[in-house]
Every structure is written in C-alpha cells, then in structure tokens.
C-alpha cells in the first residue's frame, strides 16, 4: 500500500487514494474517477471506507483506444457546450 501523506509521489506510488488518482487523471473529479472504476475501465477497490485505484490500471486505460475516443468526445462536447452559451448571448444582444 502506498503513503498517503503529502510526501506521496503519484507518479511511482502502486496505489493511489481517490484523491491521488484525482490528480494523476490530469484534475478530473471524483465523481468522474468513480464512473471509470464502475464501467471497469480502471480498478479500484474500498479499504476501511476510503478508496485506492490501482495506477497501472489507469496507466493502461489511457493507452487505450477507448480513452482516446472518450478523451475526444469529452473535448468535443466541452466545445459544443461552450459555443451554445456564446450563441445564446448574442442571440439575446439582438
């Protein structure tokens, strides 16, 4: 089992908290750590209440196909999402 003190380096550790994980995902959030771990995509298991994610496990799942479509399709809908509420303001200049 990995330190879960501050001193932790997230990059060499076996097993990351859900925080950890959080921030060796590049920021994603909680929530959206969980969803990997439930579709399967990384693994994760609860060990007295808190949870620890297995980086390799994540490793693995960014070199995949699937992350990389999943990866995209994020960005594209983050875009889309942006251009709505640029349109629904000019929209309303008018």
Do not use: P, Q
């Amino acid at each position: 089992m990995c330190d879960y003190g501050k001193g932790i380096d997230i990059n060499t550790a076996k097993w990351l908290s859900l925080e950890h994980a959080c921030i060796y995902m590049t920021g994603l959030s909680e929530n959206t750590v969980l969803k990997h771990i439930r579709e399967g995509d990384i693994y994760g298991i609860r060990k007295g209440g808190k949870w620890v994610i297995d980086r390799e496990s994540i490793d693995e799942y960014y070199n995949t196909e699937r992350a990389a479509e999943r990866i995209l399709f994020e960005r594209i809908k983050a875009k889309r999402g942006r251009r709505r509420k640029v349109d629904s303001t000019k929209l309303r200049m008018l």
